[in-house]
């Protein structure tokens, strides 16, 4: 989602420390994407009539994937090896300062490491904040989310513990399920909504709760609260080992689920998000079935499952032959990229992964994950990634450069503005269109009017046309377009 200029990151959720700033800021009441459809011209203030879909500047034909694949040069050629691939994401790891190479942390961890983790995210917020009546949050129901952080009960230093995620499971900013928006109308953007995790993902657990109902987890993008009864604790060496073992399936559809397993819930309709990796059963049980279903018809899997000690365990699920899987990760090709992020089209739009989907940045990182590409969460660390292949925008860059650098945009590349990011399509007539997740968009109506139009999902539109505010075309706050390419 796009906020206006004194606002910031509404489609991604709240950074660590490094964002503390960002994070104060996407308190602000969230704005409408402002857009006007038409003819661009330097102040991208022109008026258009809405096209046959009924959002102006998009077509029928613009909401399929082979109508841009077909409109594309070197479709099938690869942009990235997967030699090519494994060295940027271990670039990523090591350059990065958003992620966390857990996997080398030390056998210990001290006080001061998890409270700065823990402190980085769960921040007091400092202006009112109401609950799902619209009634206004009080001092008192602050001080018991505090008071549930259990601070004073981290130990000076303890053992690394480890633990996997065995189904999908949001990450919040305190250890609860309550929701909070920034005004009493708001029921969209849950502002203790971080992020989720997937099954299959490693973790540290870094410490509990008051309650003992929740735990503070680190993983590779992320750090926050997780319901207790999502993550499994187990052996370091058995969790990293089974996360890059061969032969696997990768999920390249939006979203697969797991048979129905009548004897087993812990393995029954899980659901597994776009590029989640599973390693394929080693030996199926004695009578060769899995879950009294014969597996050739599906591909066998090795599940995380939590045992009723909280400890971690595998067993065997069934994934349907019909579910959109590769034993792979996808060649990425720009004819793949459209492909992917065409899967999502019309998905609702889930600040936060809420409402079991994904926000902007989301919605980027899993496209790109399916080609086994590890992106930053939010857009905050995305835009910037030194990893990357970034071409930043200088703020005095004058508009026809802007114009003329965006005509040279791929696809596939991602461009940000403050609290955004969008992926080029391709080009209609010279001016990019971009594949995004956003909440809403507006435009000049013939009489000259703005007009707002909710879309609260993964939408089609063009870039060059969009404004920021009723004064502000949006290519002047492009910050930077990521490339991601060698």
């Not at 992020?341 to 998905?347: M, N, Q, R, W, Y």
Request: aromatic fraction near 6%; include cysteine.
């Amino acid at each position: 989602m796009t906020l206006p200029a004194n606002a910031q990151d509404a489609c991604t959720t709240p950074a660590p420390a490094r964002c503390r700033a960002a994070k104060a800021c996407t308190l602000l009441a969230v704005a409408l994407l402002v857009m006007s459809m038409g003819a661009a011209t330097a102040s991208g203030t022109t008026t258009q009539p809405p096209d046959d879909t009924g959002i102006v500047g998009v077509r029928a034909e613009h909401l399929s994937a082979g109508y841009w694949i077909r409109k594309a040069r070197q479709v099938d050629r690869p942009v990235m090896s997967p030699a090519a691939i494994a060295t940027q994401n271990l670039a990523m790891e090591s350059i990065d300062p958003s992620l966390h190479d857990i996997e080398a942390l030390p056998v210990t961890l001290e006080r001061e490491q998890v409270v700065g983790w823990i402190e980085a995210i769960s921040t007091r917020p400092t202006r009112t904040l109401y609950d799902e009546a619209g009634k206004e949050g009080s001092e008192r129901a602050l001080d018991r989310l505090v008071n549930a952080l259990d601070l004073r009960n981290v130990p000076q230093t303890q053992v690394t513990r480890y633990g996997m995620v065995v189904s999908r499971a949001d990450l919040r900013t305190f250890p609860t399920h309550l929701r909070v928006f920034s005004t009493p109308e708001d029921r969209d953007i849950d502002r203790f909504q971080e992020s989720a995790l997937f099954p299959g993902t490693p973790v540290v657990v870094a410490h509990e709760s008051r309650d003992g109902e929740w735990l503070f987890v680190v993983s590779r993008t992320y750090a926050a609260w997780i319901d207790r009864d999502a993550v499994a604790i187990g052996d370091k060496a058995e969790i990293f080992a089974h996360a890059r073992r061969s032969p696997h399936i990768v999920v390249t559809g939006a979203t697969v689920s797991t048979v129905h397993a009548r004897t087993d819930a812990r393995v029954s309709e899980v659901q597994l998000d776009m590029g989640v990796r599973m390693p394929l059963v080693r030996a199926l049980p004695e009578d060769g079935l899995v879950n009294g279903q014969h597996p050739y018809f599906g591909h066998a899997i090795e599940l995380p499952i939590r045992n009723e000690d909280g400890s971690l365990s595998f067993a065997p699920a069934l994934i349907p032959a019909s579910a959109d899987v590769a034993s792979d990760y996808l060649p990425m090709t720009r004819a793949n990229i459209l492909r992917q992020a065409f899967k999502f089209l019309g998905e609702r739009y889930g600040w936060g992964h809420s409402f079991n989907s994904r926000d902007c940045s989301g919605f980027v990182a899993e496209v790109y994950r399916s080609f086994g590409v590890l992106l930053p969460r939010n857009t905050s660390a995305q835009a910037v990634s030194p990893a990357l292949n970034r071409l930043q925008f200088d703020p005095a860059m004058p508009h026809d450069e802007r114009v003329d650098l965006l005509r040279k945009t791929q696809v596939g590349d991602l461009v940000y503005i403050p609290g955004h990011v969008m992926m080029v399509i391709g080009h209609e007539d010279g001016e990019p269109y971009v594949i995004h997740d956003t909440a809403g968009m507006s435009y000049r109506g013939p009489d000259g009017d703005l007009r707002r139009l909710v879309l609260n999902g993964v939408v089609v539109t063009p870039l060059l046309p969009m404004l920021s505010d009723a004064d502000t075309a949006t290519i002047e706050r492009i910050t930077n377009i990521q490339r991601i390419r060698p």
